[in-house]
């Protein structure tokens, strides 16, 4: 049997909650959203803050991952707590652990 920990039950609980009041979970910060128009424009929704950046290089903390994006000319065109939006010319976009 697998084992879970304070922090995975707490977010099982959150999500429960979330999915029983049909919320979005982005408004909890359980979840990202990223959505890119083109090859110049990504907006990431749900995210916890930025670990990197450059005009090449992007890392962004989520819930549940680590965003990578890389390009060039990459610029913060808008940041909030709840949502990023950058530009440039998007080359990849990678999600690890």
């Known amino acids: 049997m697998l084992k879970r ?3 995975q039950e707490r977010t099982s609980a959150y999500e429960k909650v ?3 009041l049909s ?3 982005t ?3 359980l979840t990202t959203t ?5 090859t110049d424009s990504i907006l990431v929704e749900g995210y916890r803050g930025i670990i990197k950046y ?3 290089l992007v ?3 989520a819930p549940k991952y680590i965003i990578r994006i890389t390009g060039a000319d990459l610029e913060i065109t808008e940041i909030a707590t709840e949502y990023i939006s950058l530009r440039g010319v998007i080359a ?6």
């Open 27 to 29: 408004a909890a910060g």
């Open 18 to 20: 979330f999915d029983a």
């Open 23 to 25: 919320l979005p979970k």
């Open 5 to 7: 920990n304070k922090k």
């Open 54 to 56: 450059s005009d090449t």
């Open 34 to 38: 990223v959505t890119i128009t083109g």
């Open 92 to 97: 990849a976009l990678e999600y690890t652990h």
């Open 59 to 61: 890392l962004l903390n």
